[in-house]
């Protein structure tokens, strides 16, 4: 973006810039709830298995129930009916008839809290690591770090979470589901507020775990370009400290990958918090879609993968924007 002296024509190019990425994100919601919805759709089984195998139930009420979901009618009209109800907040769950957006409102900010957490995690980590091995590099830190970093990325995440299950409550006996400890009494509010930390930095790092070890191998490649530019190395012929050089000069100029980063391992946060929130009985709406898939929730996954890619794509949107920011040299035209 060439800004310098045109504070108007930056701001004329970040608003187009907004308004076309905010327009295609549009299209692409769109896009992803009809194959989302569809693939709901034709997988085995029966979204009302309780009442289809029940010989008690009569065919009228079962008719009923189909006709109330719109089940009855062909896979284009009853995709036109759930988007109706979604924009009108008068989609039900399948599951016990209640709103499904006050379902998903109710586990979004045990969700948001959860992937938030885990890219602080992942940012703050991944950048003093990346700092740290590209400082060192070619020592053996800097290989021992490539290896852990290469098994975080190797490992699959319920891997590594049933494996601290294993060893925190079968070992130690210390409490990890949930998002407090119940039947333990806390001495006082500090306690109980340590207590509810506890249960979210666990598996939030967990589910930073790559991203870490992504953030720092991206951050170590470009920083080991800055510091074999030259103002790096007059900067060092002027006697400045080694930690001003690195985390002033060198890391302001390699920092594009993480704010690029966030846009790559959004996408992977949230559908890892699937499995996180599952294994954690965590209750996010990661736990809530698996619960959907288990009843054949077809309102409810449709409208939680809806939301799911608006997170996804409002992401990659501030990415983006951050990345404009940091890098006054790029055009978003």
């Known amino acids: 973006m060439v800004g310098t002296g045109y504070p108007h024509t930056t701001i004329l190019f970040m608003s187009a810039f907004i308004i076309r990425r905010l327009a295609l994100s549009v299209v692409l919601l769109f896009i992803i709830s009809i194959i989302s919805f569809f693939i709901v759709t034709l997988t085995p089984g029966s979204p009302y298995p309780w009442g289809e195998l029940n010989p008690k139930i009569s065919p009228e009420v079962k008719a009923t129930f189909r006709k109330k979901f719109h089940l009855d009618r062909p ?6 009916f759930i988007m109706r109800d979604l924009f009108t907040g008068n989609l039900r769950s399948i599951k016990d008839d209640r709103p499904v957006l006050s379902r998903i409102m109710e586990r979004l900010p045990a969700t948001l809290a959860l992937n938030l957490t885990a890219i602080l995690i992942s940012l703050s980590f991944g950048t003093l690591l990346g700092v740290y091995a ?4 070619g020592s053996w830190h800097d290989t021992l770090g490539s290896l852990i970093a290469f098994l975080f990325i190797a490992l699959p995440g319920f891997w590594i979470s049933y494996l601290v299950a294993i ?3 079968k070992q130690f006996g210390v409490p990890i589901l949930g998002t407090q400890s119940y039947g ?5 509010d500090a306690a109980a507020c340590l207590d509810r930390l506890w249960h979210l930095l666990l598996p939030a790092t967990i589910l930073a775990l790559g991203g870490i070890a992504t953030q720092s191998r991206f951050l170590r490649a470009t920083m080991m370009e800055t510091l074999r530019e030259d103002y790096i190395r007059t900067a060092r012929s002027k006697g400045l400290a080694e930690e001003v050089i690195l985390f002033k000069h060198a890391l302001r100029n390699s920092i594009r990958p993480l704010i690029t980063g966030i ?5 992977a946060l949230i559908g890892g918090s699937v499995i996180i929130e599952t294994i954690f009985a965590y209750p996010g709406m990661g736990r809530l879609g698996y619960e959907a898939v288990l009843e054949r929730d077809y309102p409810t996954l449709v409208a939680l993968n809806f939301v799911v890619a608006a997170l996804v794509l409002i992401g990659n949107l501030i990415s ?3 990345y404009a920011v940091v890098d006054p040299r790029v055009r978003l035209e």
């Open 134 to 137: 590209a400082k060192h590099a």
């Open 75 to 80: 896979l284009p009209e009853q995709y036109a």
């Open 167 to 169: 060893v925190l409550v």
């Open 184 to 188: 333990i009494l806390f001495p006082n």
């Open 263 to 267: 846009g790559m391992i959004l996408p």
């Open 320 to 322: 983006d924007l951050l």
